[in-house]
């Protein structure tokens, strides 16, 4: 599971390489397609994927507050591009497109077996409620984490939700869902349909720009997990360190940019984004049942970050990622297990061994 912030830093990277292929096209600077795509898509390897992956890494580990400051700017012409989109194509609105309102229904399964509704795609698109919980790894380095942290995953989370459903019911609206859901640049390709090509390439470029901060709050996320992971014993000890000139730890940030650039480059976005679903539904299932343990094992601990409801926020949490989880295809759900049985294999073989934090309970213990 502590893979699944690399995993969608892949994703994400897959999904830029498409709009930054795109707009190098409108600028008459292709790309070959069989550096596009990796070996089980048909090509050789996804080129852009991988060299954006290391770029961010690389700004990453140059340091933190540089790394902000781009992301804020990039952030902001995100939402100019989306604001640019609703401009554009609210215009075009028919609300003809939105019959049949459940075209596949709450769950089915489709004529080749695949599974096929609302549930089923809400396992899916539950990649696109990311980066939220990444805020929680930056506890060590905010000024009033008990204040900022609740705020910024919350806030983020609300407003977030609010400009996903105002972008779709407008995308929807403008044309139809079959005409643009197989593109792997729906809203560009919307753009297009509507006879506004050079719009078309401004979000495109857009897109190129703004796509990199999604990767970066990942990285930044990933790497952070690491760190306490090296500083843990987990991880080799040399992951830990933290330049002196930079602040930041440079080895697993690099580590990190590695890892996701070799996924970024060979595997499918489609395989990418379930394998990061099913990490990231397990570890809230794991997240939401230790709440409850601890509510029950320790219940006068200090409690600064505080779950209202607990017994009935958390329950419904395990059920719920559960069956996101159910929803998913087979295959993605066989390999998650292959990928976790490898990483419990590796702490049973190191991890446990090495551990700082069991080796100071063994000590204790000896000495009691």
Same mark, same amino acid.
């Given at each position: ?58 700004? @990453? =580990?140059?340091?933190? *507050?540089?790394?902000?400051?781009? /992301?804020?700017?990039? !952030?902001?012409?995100?939402? &100019?591009? $989306? #604001? ?102 729906? @809203? =560009?390709?919307?753009? *297009?349909?509507?006879?506004?090509? /050079?719009?078309?390439? !401004?979000?495109?470029?857009? &897109?190129? $720009? #703004? ?158």
């Amino acid at each position: 599971m502590i893979l699944e912030y690399t995993v969608v830093c892949a994703a994400v990277a897959v999904g830029w390489s498409a709009y930054a292929a795109g707009f190098l096209a409108w600028l008459h600077l292709p790309i070959a397609p069989t550096l596009l795509a990796g070996p089980v898509a048909g090509g050789l390897i996804n080129l852009p994927a991988v060299g954006i992956s290391l770029c961010v890494a690389a700004l @990453l =580990a140059a340091g933190t *507050r540089e790394s902000a400051t781009v /992301n804020f700017v990039l !952030v902001l012409v995100k939402l &100019a591009a $989306l #604001a640019a989109f609703i401009a554009l194509a609210l215009p075009a609105f028919d609300s003809q497109h939105f019959k049949p309102f459940l075209p596949y229904g709450i769950a089915t399964l489709g004529p080749d077996g695949a599974k096929l509704g609302v549930l089923p795609a809400a396992s899916l698109i539950f990649f696109a409620f990311y980066g939220f919980d990444t805020i929680s790894t930056a506890a060590e380095e905010a000024k009033r984490p008990a204040r900022d942290l609740s705020i910024g995953i919350v806030g983020s989370m609300l407003l977030c939700t609010a400009i996903y459903i105002v972008v779709a019911i407008t995308a929807i609206g403008a044309v139809p869902a079959k005409t643009f859901a197989p593109s792997a640049e729906p @809203l =560009a390709l919307i753009l *297009r349909t509507l006879g506004q090509s /050079n719009w078309s390439a !401004v979000i495109g470029g857009a &897109a190129v $720009l #703004a796509f990199p901060t999604v990767i970066m709050v990942f990285m930044y996320g990933q790497s952070r997990i690491f760190f306490v992971m090296a500083r843990d014993r987990l991880l080799p000890g040399g992951l830990a360190k933290v330049n002196a000139k930079t602040g930041t730890p440079i080895a697993v940030t690099i580590f990190t940019g590695v890892v996701a650039a070799v996924i970024a480059g060979l595997a499918p976005l489609k395989l990418i984004a379930e394998l990061a679903n099913s990490g990231t539904l397990c570890a809230f299932v794991a997240v939401s049942l230790s709440m409850l343990l601890l509510r029950r094992q320790d219940p006068k601990r200090p409690r600064i970050f505080r779950t209202p409801l607990a017994w009935l926020v958390g329950p419904a949490a395990i059920l719920g990622c559960a069956y996101l989880f159910y929803n998913l295809p087979g295959l993605t759900q066989r390999l998650f297990v292959i990928w976790n049985a490898v990483g419990i294999a590796v702490y049973a073989l190191y991890g446990v061994r090495k551990s700082r934090l069991a080796n100071n309970g063994a000590a204790k213990k000896r000495k009691m």
